[in-house]
């Protein structure tokens, strides 16, 4: 069991509270290395400064040396001090923050101090929680300001840092004394059973997201499926974020972007050293169609005549119409599920489309009209082909989703079958440029227009959802994309 260590700068800092045998200062921490080294133990870091080489970051620093579970860490620290880094991790609380902060008062800023996760706020609790998740430190004060006048303006938060003991008020006081037993109480609950599983694999997905990579009864597939391997799966979200090093491994089951969690939950577990389907490299080729159009076409892989435009040609019009003809599709360059892409079948529609799509992008992709009656989508791992399945148009649309303007979305008929009876070619074309991506886990969409076959994209976290792409191999393709991360996971561990 962990023996429980508060460390202060002066026990007069103490003061306030009920005497403790936990309590030591930073001085008699920082000398007493040989009878702490090696032992199990918490440590809560209260001193007065966390300023880089001063005494409370050093406690952090060889708290961590010694093998204790200290709070805060250096690297929580590091971040706190780099408003630079520590915006980048609240960036997905932005709309959180203005549900939670009120917005029909004349009020441009407010504070609200945070102690191991909590606050005295009911309506501010979810929020006070996720910044202690992001940022694991005993005492936060976030600042939050108001960008706008009245019920129009946005809140952001502005500020978070670490705050003294000293600094506190009375009632402060009491309230931090009141989160601190409720810590320190958890600290000293007997530890669970170590699990029987080899490997802990994070699923990170949206519950909220309308059209996500894997429906339910697939994500409950992979839970099962686990078990069996020895994978303990558990499903996280981006309020998790802090947690993710627990993991050994990461499956992104979420649409991901650059400009998104999913890619920093990618970044992180990467610099973790963990297993994590897609890399944040995957992800960075994939998302953006403009990339994947150039590498495509610098190694010889057949796709539909494609322009890439930017907003300051001149004469785009005639261009585009001299070299690709009507009717023309126009796509965004990091759109997904047949979202940001359109149709135009004559000028009037191309400007108009034109104008409306470069003000969310400067370059746009303007390609030739393929039609066929279905895409294929040929899912591969490791290099290997996992799933085949030919996606059918959706009924009177020209794409296999059609994205009604109320937000809904409907999608035409599949059919899957084993790789056997797909065409060599459209295989072949399919794992070349799965290839030129990576080893990951991807889903290449391509048209085949008699012997001719088109990659249209190859998308990093492609879709495996229940009686859809598991139609033909069924349990068996879960457990094919777990024993690859199992099989990673072991390769990675006899390295060390």
């Keep these: 069991m962990s023996k429980l260590i508060i460390l202060v700068d002066d026990r007069a800092d103490w003061a306030a509270y009920y005497p403790t045998d936990d309590l030591m200062t930073a001085q008699q921490y920082l000398t007493a290395s040989q009878h702490l080294e090696g032992k199990p133990m918490q440590v809560i870091n209260l001193c007065r400064s966390f300023k880089y ?33 520590y915006s980048l991790d609240t960036a997905d609380l932005d709309s959180l ?35 202690f998740e992001l940022f694991p430190c005993p005492i936060l004060k976030a600042s939050f300001r108001k960008e706008g006048e009245g019920k129009g303006g946005h809140w952001r938060l502005s500020k978070i840092r670490p705050v003294a003991l000293q600094q506190l008020q009375d009632s402060d006081e009491d309230r931090f004394a009141e989160a601190l037993d409720r810590f320190s109480r958890r600290i000293w609950r007997k530890p669970r059973a170590r699990r029987s599983a080899r490997y802990d694999l994070a699923i990170l997905y949206d519950p909220q997201e309308k059209m996500p990579p894997s429906d339910t009864t697939a994500l409950k597939l992979f839970i099962s499926e686990g078990k069996k391997l020895g994978l303990e799966v558990e499903l996280i979200e981006k309020r998790h974020y802090a947690r993710l090093a627990e993991y050994d491994a990461l499956f992104i089951r979420e649409t991901t972007a650059i400009n998104h969690h999913t890619y920093r939950f990618a970044k992180k577990a990467e610099s973790e050293g963990m297993v994590v389907f897609d890399d944040p490299n995957s992800i960075l080729k994939c998302t953006n169609k403009v990339y994947l159009e150039d590498l495509l076409r610098t190694h010889r892989i057949p ?28 796509k965004i360059p ?68 059609h994205h009604h303007e109320g937000g809904e979305a409907e999608s035409g008929g599949f059919e899957t079958m084993p790789a056997s009876k797909v065409p060599k070619q459209v295989l072949r074309v399919a794992l070349k440029a799965a290839g030129l991506i990576g080893d990951g886990l991807y889903g290449v969409d391509l048209k085949q227009r008699g012997d001719e076959v088109f990659v249209i994209e190859v998308n990093d976290n492609p879709s495996i959802d229940s009686e859809v792409e598991d139609a033909y191999l069924g349990e068996e393709l879960y457990r094919v994309i777990l024993e690859e991360f199992v099989r990673r996971l072991e390769k990675k561990r006899l390295r060390l």
Excluded at 56 to 84: F, M, Q, W
Excluded at 98 to 116: C, M, R, S, T, Y
Excluded at 358 to 369: N, R
Excluded at 386 to 396: H, K, L, N, P, R
Aim: hydrophobic fraction near 40%; proline fraction near 3%; charge should be neutral.
């Design 53 to 85: 080489l001063g005494s409370g970051y050093y406690c952090s620093l060889l708290a961590e040396a010694r093998g204790h579970r200290v709070i805060p860490s250096v690297r929580t620290l590091n971040d706190l001090s780099h408003k630079s880094i």
């Design 97 to 131: 923050i203005n549900k939670v902060l009120p917005k029909g008062i004349e009020i441009a800023k407010a504070d609200i101090l945070i102690f191991f996760g909590k606050t005295h706020e009911p309506a501010l609790a979810d929020l006070a929680r996720q910044l």
């Design 303 to 330: 796709t539909p005549k494609t322009v890439v435009v930017n907003r300051d040609q001149a004469d785009l019009l005639v261009e585009l119409e001299q070299r690709l003809g009507y009717p023309m599709v126009l």
């Design 334 to 401: 990091d759109g997904a599920f047949s979202r940001g892409v359109f149709k135009v079948k004559d000028r009037n529609e191309l400007d108009t489309s034109l104008q409306q799509l470069f003000e969310q992008s400067y370059l746009i992709l303007v390609q030739e009209f393929l039609y066929t009656d279905y895409d294929w989508r040929i899912g591969i791992l490791n290099n290997k082909v996992i799933f085949a399945c030919q996606y059918f148009m959706s009924q009177g649309h020209w794409q296999i989703y």
